[in-house]
């Protein structure tokens, strides 16, 4: 093949295989053939178009090729030089559809990551189709280019395409697409000699090359032409500055045979692997290893440190060689975080399980996931206030594991956060670990939680709970189970899905009575009553409201019991039954004004007055009006006391007494004339 070369500005990107969203900038050269073959292939003329129709899809471009051999180079070249023209205005969101250990990503995790590329966030538990749909209707009257990187089939594929001919994909993969209509695949191979030579020139010096031109060409022919393996060949002779290509040559060909390569692996960028491998020191070659323990394929100077054992700038230092040999790649973060490629994955992982002992690679996973969580607590600690028991318990920990402010551990929370979700994904797919994959996954809710709130957070929450919910039901812990089923059921009823709300909250209760926890059966039943009543199963409603009560009154719980009082007060008001509301606002009250609540005293007094006056009963409303706006004023409670002020008013204006409801309403409008002056000047010495 002629003019296929492909450049980056370090040896870490030159293995042109798949790159991660913010990463040093890469330079390009070559395939030069393919990148026209490509573009031509945009306006080439389908069927649809021969029949006299528009096309009702995105066209698709396949380039198809072997891991290592830089396809996902070219294809981000390709896109860039599209963009540049200005067809694609929206810009280019990119996903990939493998996973680091090779199992395809599912669907919906990878419409979920284009959502987020387009500002956009699918609500939590919603499923693939679902998913999808929200994908294509963005997508419907943009012009984005789409790049699907590591495509396993087309069954990953199709979902994702959008219903825009105005939009474009490419789609890498490592064969063909069949099932997808009118792809053509371009496929690539290795580099020509010429490009290879350059390629590998660029790498170690171009003396090196000059002084032996003969044996830099077998050598490149010995790799194949393949981009990774040169790279790694190269990184190699560039830390050894006394070596010759001949001798890289030499030691190459003395290898042992290779056993048969993990799938997708070509044996020459397997040979190039071992020996770089087996060239580097024991520590630093274990560390290598371990690295395929690596969440998602990212790791940090942590995470190296964890895996292994050593001092935090220890790691850094060797996850910062590995890249100058072309074996990790960096990201630019204020906190560098180093990615895998995926053309390496598989090698690391058969080397670790051929060269270490389960029990030594179980201890390491172990070590991660305990740094893991303390990071997760300092990161949700720090965001405490100052002298809090928390904060103090922070400044106890060594300064590596400290944030200096909550800004800091924000940004790393938001750096980290697709490698944190995948080691609690591999934690809890692990199976051995438990106690510590659910003390990830609570410390990862509660982080998320304190930096993003619940609401922006609620997909990884969803996420989340499913995980905690998978390992009580394999360890038979039923107080944990109802635990995560009334998570998920709150979040499920937060977007509107109120029957699988009410299927998980049947399930909680269960599960809170197998555990006899009182707090879970008494949530549970009275999450059940909400359910109905969104459903509008009154009488239902009611008899959950009214289990719920029992028990809290069983267990003497007075404030649970008036706000339940109160919820009973609602449904038998929406189901029409004015007097049971009556009787069940009258004893909210009552159970408030004990506990000396002076504000919720006034505000169920307030539904007591409506549901009088839905009765037919107005002088009995008005009265119990006057008797909230009272507690409201003895309560200081500025805003409630205006909110009532206005109530009153409009019942008086019901009343046929016009003058008495104006005074009203001009007392109201001087609370809040009074409550606005004061927010306003707290603003003004809050800005001074």
């Known amino acids: 093949m002629t003019d296929q070369a492909v450049d980056t500005s370090g040896p870490a990107e030159a293995a042109g295989t798949e790159a991660p969203a913010v990463r040093e900038p890469v330079r390009f050269f070559g395939r030069e053939r393919e990148l026209k073959e490509l573009r031509d292939d945009i306006v080439r003329t389908g069927l649809d178009t021969m ?40 810009g280019l969101l990119r996903v990939r559809l493998t996973e680091t250990g090779g199992a395809p990503v599912p669907t919906e995790s990878a419409a979920r990551d284009l959502l987020g590329q387009l500002d956009l966030t699918g609500p939590p538990g919603a499923d693939a189709d679902e ?16 790049l699907l990187d590591d495509a396993p089939d087309a069954a990953q594929v199709d979902p994702l395409l959008p219903d825009n001919p105005d939009c474009l994909v490419v789609a890498v993969s490592e064969g063909p697409l069949t099932g997808i209509p009118g792809v053509r695949p371009c496929t690539i191979g290795g580099l020509d000699a010429g490009s290879a030579v350059e390629l590998l020139g660029r790498a170690t010096g171009q003396v090196r090359i000059t002084v032996d031109p003969l044996t830099a060409q077998t050598m490149a022919e010995e790799c194949g032409g393949q981009p990774a393996a040169l ?14 290509v001949a001798d890289a040559g030499r030691q190459l060909r003395a290898l042992p045979d290779d056993p048969e390569p993990p799938a997708g692996a070509a044996r020459p960028l397997t040979r190039a692997f071992r020996l770089v491998h087996d060239s580097l020191p024991a520590t630093a070659a274990r560390i290598l290893r371990l690295l395929a323990l690596a969440p998602g394929g990212l790791a940090d100077a942590h995470t190296a440190s964890a895996l ?14 590995f890249v100058k040999l072309g074996l990790l790649r960096r990201e630019c973060v204020e906190e560098p975080q180093y990615e895998v490629p995926g053309c ?13 002992r389960p029990a030594e690679i179980q201890l390491a996973r172990a070590r991660m996931l305990e740094r893991t969580v303390r990071l997760l607590q300092s990161c949700r600690a720090v965001t405490d206030p100052e002298g809090s028991p928390s904060r103090r318990k922070l400044a106890g920990l060594p300064r590596s594991l400290r944030f200096p402010n909550p800004e800091a551990a924000a940004a790393w929370l938001r750096a980290r956060r697709p490698a944190l979700l995948a080691a609690a994904r591999a934690a809890v797919e692990d199976g051995e670990l438990d106690t510590l994959a659910r003390r990830l996954v609570a410390a990862l809710v509660r982080a998320l939680a304190a930096h993003e709130g ?9 996420a989340l709970h499913g995980l905690v919910l998978a390992v009580a039901e394999r360890r038979d812990l039923p107080r944990e189970r109802a635990a995560a089923l009334l998570n998920l059921a709150d979040l499920d009823a937060g977007t509107g899905r109120t029957k699988e709300a009410l299927a998980r909250y049947r399930e909680a209760l269960d599960a809170g009575r197998a555990a006899k926890d009182p707090y879970a059966t008494g949530r549970a039943m009275e999450s059940v009553g909400g359910a109905y009543a969104e459903l509008g199963d009154y009488p239902r409603a009611s008899d959950w409201y009214g289990r719920a009560l029992a028990q809290r009154l069983t267990q003497g719980e007075r404030a649970e019991a008036a706000r339940l009082y109160g919820r009973l007060g609602t449904v038998h008001t929406y189901a029409g039954r004015y007097g049971e509301a009556l009787r069940n606002w009258r004893a909210a009250a009552a159970g408030h004004r004990r506990l000396g609540d002076l504000p919720a005293q006034a505000r169920a007094l307030s539904e007591m007055a409506r549901v009088q006056e839905y009765a037919g009963r107005p002088q009995e ?24 002020e206005l109530r009153l008013a409009d019942t008086l204006d019901r009343l046929g007494d016009p003058a008495a409801a104006g005074l009203h309403r001009g007392t109201a409008e001087r609370l809040l004339g009074g409550a606005s002056g004061t927010c306003e000047t707290r603003s003004a010495s809050a800005e001074k």
């Open 131 to 146: 998913l999808t749909g929200m994908v294509r209707e963005a997508l419907a009257d943009r012009r984005v280019l789409l």
């Open 454 to 462: 619940t609401d922006a957070a609620a997909p990884d929450l969803y």
């Open 308 to 321: 292994a054992g050593c001092s935090v700038s220890a790691a850094r230092t060797t996850l910062d060689d």
């Open 621 to 644: 409303s008005l009265r119990t009006c006057r008797e909230a706006v009272e507690w409201a004023r003895r309560a200081k409670d500025v805003r409630l006391q205006a909110a009532l």
């Open 344 to 356: 390496l994955a598989g090698l690391l992982r058969a080397l670790l399980e051929d060269r270490d």
């Open 231 to 244: 790279v790694l060949i190269g990184g190699w002779l560039a830390a050894r500055p006394t070596a010759s």
């Open 51 to 90: 029949a006299g129709r528009r096309s009702a899809r995105a066209r698709v471009l396949l380039i198809a090729g072997r891991p290592g051999s830089g396809r996902t180079a070219l294809a981000a070249e390709l896109a860039r030089r599209l963009l540049e023209t200005g067809d694609y205005p929206d």
